[in-house]
T-cell receptor, first 110, second 114 residues
């Protein structure tokens, strides 16, 4: 599993509340990514990080922010959750041979 | 940015038959094309990949082909088995060092029937 863990694994939250998802890695990888997975859309990149405090937007970044204050942790925050952000969220890291995904977080916004 | 299209969205084959999934990409600078398999409720896992300096790659029953001129690549699974049933995603990216910002296709649900 390349030492990637996501927390929480499941979360139900109300519209308008802030939510933070955590991705933790143990192998000192430089690059980390947040994707969301929705039926009919595959996996879409939200944000990624190329080092501590270095982040950039992906194709579906609106409504999301990220932070990386330590190499091992990459946080995804929904500032004010909306029903359209109900999804499965995957964190990933990349090596020089492949990208590895975390187990995913199923987020439901009601 | 990169755009990846994947077909078909669903594919049903009988056990022992072959399955082919096709993808096209838009950015001629993309140089890395992995395929991921995702079983129900699990994370996507890499099954095979190909880089732009290679036209074909095989690993036992699976193979991937790449046509850079036409900007398309395909996954071939031979002698399909029930455990091949899953959702398969193609992806494309420009590999730079260890960066792999993947753009995914929309997925193909493969059903292998007995």
């Amino acid at each position: 599993d390349a030492g990637i863990t996501q927390s929480p694994r499941h979360k139900v939250t109300e519209t308008g509340t802030p939510v933070t998802l955590r991705c933790h890695q143990t192998e000192n990888h430089r690059y980390m990514y947040w994707y969301r997975q929705d039926p009919g859309h595959g996996l879409r990149l939200i944000h990624y990080s190329y080092g501590v405090k270095d982040t950039d937007k992906g194709e579906v970044s609106d409504g999301y922010s990220v932070s990386r204050s330590k190499t091992e942790d990459f946080l995804l925050t929904l500032e004010s959750a909306t029903s359209s952000q109900t999804s499965v969220y995957f964190c990933a890291i990349s090596t020089n041979t492949e990208a590895f995904f975390g187990q995913g977080t199923r987020l439901t916004v009601v | 940015g990169e755009n990846v299209e994947q077909h078909p969205s669903t594919l049903s084959v009988q056990e022992g038959d072959s399955a082919v999934i096709k993808c096209t990409y838009s950015d001629s600078a993309s140089n890395y094309f992995p395929w991921y398999k995702q079983e129900l409720g699990k994370r996507p896992q890499l099954i095979i990949d190909i880089r732009s300096n290679v036209g074909e790659k095989k690993d036992q029953r699976i193979a991937v082909t790449l046509n850079k001129t036409a900007k398309h690549f395909s996954l071939h699974i031979t002698e399909t088995q029930p455990e091949d049933s899953a959702v398969y995603f193609c992806a494309a990216s420009k590999l730079t060092g260890t960066a792999s910002k993947l753009t995914f296709g929309t997925g193909t649900r493969l059903q292998v029937t007995l």
